[in-house]
């Protein structure tokens, strides 16, 4: 796939966009001015793996804690989401974040209306994150669009949510800001697939992707996979989040996911398995779940695939960086294609997880580990 061009724009250390790895973030659920609790939800974040982190800002209580979060993550970017009270803006940048998201169809002053008042609220916020080097996102949200738009179009479809964020990136550019990330979020996942692909065909702004408000684990993370893992194949998008209701981790873990399963960013081996039949000749799934949970710290980007039988099992397996298929009490071992040996069912994981461990060795030597592995797997 050939990803869609855009600028670059620094968010804190991080450069988005180009041909930057696609970045993972989330959003804590606690209020912000409540400092320990909201340390020990982005500690659980951070943990799974995020790498950007976004705070509510609800009040003047939560602008001014800004600071002492901030102070707690260090090198990674903070985000400060901002709705209706620009103000709040102006004190996050004072605070320190990284980035400001406003959410233009609430931000203006007057509800569902970009008009003069609106424009330089937004302005003087701008002129703020210049001053100080930071990013903006502007985060436009199927249930805040602008009256006037809604009027144009009907309800806020996918033509009306990307007029809205033209609107404003166009202000912004105007006011000399342009180091800007877009948003254009639905809850509706064909309309956010939609509207983002217009984007692009419109914009160099780089995008964050997800479908707002997907619902709870299970059906949320399907339901955002088909959302993101659609434009991430397009070769659209530059920072993600997968919206859940519930444990942040759960969210965060589910972007790696899609990232992998669309083979933009592979950070993690990936562990093919067949969904078992009865031609089955080894227990696969005490074998899968052994193997998963020996390779859960190796951090490379391998294809491992354990097949149950020898009808498809071994062509199957070949395809893979290393790769097993059973036979009765014994597995047939791939590796690059090439069979190796046989080996007893009883050393199956032992086998697996010895030669997983050599070949991520031998990627990390080589420099291929990390983000620099996503060009290696997408070719594999």
Known sequence: MQ???TREVRVGKL?????NP????????????????TKNEIKSMLDAGCEIVRVAVFDRSDAEALGAVKTYLGDVPLVSDIHFNFKFALTAIEQGVDKVRLNPGNISGLAGEFGKEGQERVRVVAEAAKKKGLSMRVGVNSGSVEKDLIEKHGYPKPECMVE???RHCEWLERCGFRDIIVSIKSTNTQWMIESYRRWAAASDIPTHLGVTEAGLPGYGEIKSAIGIGSLLCDGIGDTIRVS?????????????DILKATGVRVLAPELIACPECGRIAIDLKKIVNEVKERIKDVKAPLKISILGCAVNGPGEAAEADIGIAGERGQGILFKKGVLVRRVKEAEMVDELEKEVRAMAAEMQAKGLSSDIAIAHHTKT
């Not at 450069?15 to 041909?19: F, K």
């Not at 859940?244 to 790696?256: D, H, Q, S």
């Open 22 to 37: 696609i970045r993972v973030q989330s959003l804590t659920t606690t209020k912000t001015s409540n400092i320990e609790a």
């Open 164 to 166: 809205s964020a033209l």
């Open 15 to 19: 450069l988005i966009g180009g041909s």
């Open 244 to 256: 859940l209701t519930g444990e942040k981790a759960i969210e965060v873990r589910a972007a790696y």
């Open 3 to 5: 990803r869609h061009k």
